[in-house]
């Protein structure tokens, strides 16, 4: 069964921000916390583990929801809670979104990994009304 427009472009939006981001991280914010230093190079290491964790936990129910498409897991089976989007209290937290401190590449990663898991959040509640009510 071919995969819904909206999953193939959201797929690739977060493949695409999950290189951007581990590029960024591999080369780019090592350098940067390091000339910042002090809470900045802190508040900098804890939001580029928030940007991970939210595209992670996407990557993940995009993943899963490949498989329902594919027919390896049945729809009612991948929204039962341990399957669903998780990590809401650390994904959903904007604390330093308008931090002018942090660098900009940073913040936009921040913004869109942001938008992208709220998005996700809403497709998936979106499933649980058509699938289980």
Sequence with gaps: ???PAFFRRTYD???TLMV???NYLTFAERRERERVGGMVGLRMSCEAMRVT???TQVMAW???QR???EGEVEAEEALRDECRLSGADVCLDESFSGDETLPNHLRSLMDRSYRLYVRVARL???LIQRVLH
């Design 1 to 3: 069964m071919p995969q």
């Design 67 to 69: 498989a329902v498409q």
């Design 62 to 64: 995009l993943m899963l």
């Design 20 to 22: 951007e981001a581990r």
């Design 53 to 55: 964790s939210r595209l």
């Design 124 to 126: 998936e509640e979106m």
């Design 13 to 15: 939006e977060t493949m």
